[in-house]
């Protein structure tokens, strides 16, 4: 199964900015919403950003994320040591018929 | 507050089979799709069904097409996934989690680990 292709891994200070790259084809990111999923180390997946750009309540608003083409970033600003966790991309994929997610990117911070 | 709370996972043999269910609460539960996703151990998140809440729409990962069933119980809040013909390569944490049909997952359950050795 494809997949869409993220960095294994990303890493910052306290306080820095880090983004996250997500890239997919016309399938998915190319015509469809772009999702991101937060999943800290023993709890469970959470959703960061909506419909490509949209934070859920309770989302504190140093989390962003963008999207152009057949491509999309999740910007971490202010980077806190309870950031560290797994970052998911996902979109609608007309072939699959089905969501498809990214590899994942593990966030460390440092 | 919506919650969903997964169970029925465990260890079982190379083909056999396992029943996972999902409860759900603080929603009206037959309003939305439903889905369930799996995380193998150092691996990503894969897609595995989704159903409509009226049932009217299923569909299959190709991995899990013919041995896997999803179900649903809106008269008692509940998401089923019945796996048969279990493999290695099936095991994982098992997440339930609400939508999957074009728009996005939320919220998730915290998981329920399905393990396939002999």
């Known amino acids: 199964q494809s997949v869409l292709t993220q960095p294994p891994s990303a890493s910052g200070t306290p306080g820095q900015r880090v983004t996250i790259s997500c890239v997919g084809s016309n399938s998915n990111i190319g015509t469809n919403y772009v999702h991101w999923y937060q999943l800290p180390p023993g709890t469970a997946p959470k959703l960061l950003i909506y419909r490509n750009d949209q934070r859920p309540s309770g989302v504190p608003d140093r989390f962003s994320a963008s999207k152009s083409g057949t491509s999309a970033s999740l910007a971490i600003s202010g980077l806190r040591s309870e950031d560290e966790a797994d970052y998911f991309c996902a979109a609608w994929d007309d072939s699959l018929s089905g969501p498809l997610f990214g590899g994942g990117t593990k966030l460390t911070v440092l | 507050q919506v919650q969903l709370v997964e169970s029925g996972g465990g260890l079982v043999k190379p083909g056999g089979s396992l029943r996972l269910s999902c409860a759900a609460s603080?929603?009206?539960?037959?309003?939305?799709?439903m889905s369930w996703i799996r995380q193998a151990p150092g691996q990503g998140l894969d897609w595995v069904s989704y159903i409509s809440g009226s049932r009217g729409r299923i569909h299959y990962a190709d991995s899990v097409k013919g041995r896997f069933t999803i179900s649903r119980d809106n008269d008692r809040n509940s998401l089923y996934l019945q796996m048969n013909s279990l493999r290695a390569e099936d095991t994982a944490i098992y997440y339930c989690?609400?939508?999957?049909?074009?728009?996005?997952?939320?919220?998730w359950g915290q998981g329920t680990l399905v393990t396939v050795s002999s």
């Open positions: 603080g929603f009206r539960f037959s309003d939305y799709y």
């Open positions: 989690a609400r939508g999957g049909y074009f728009y996005e997952l939320d919220p």
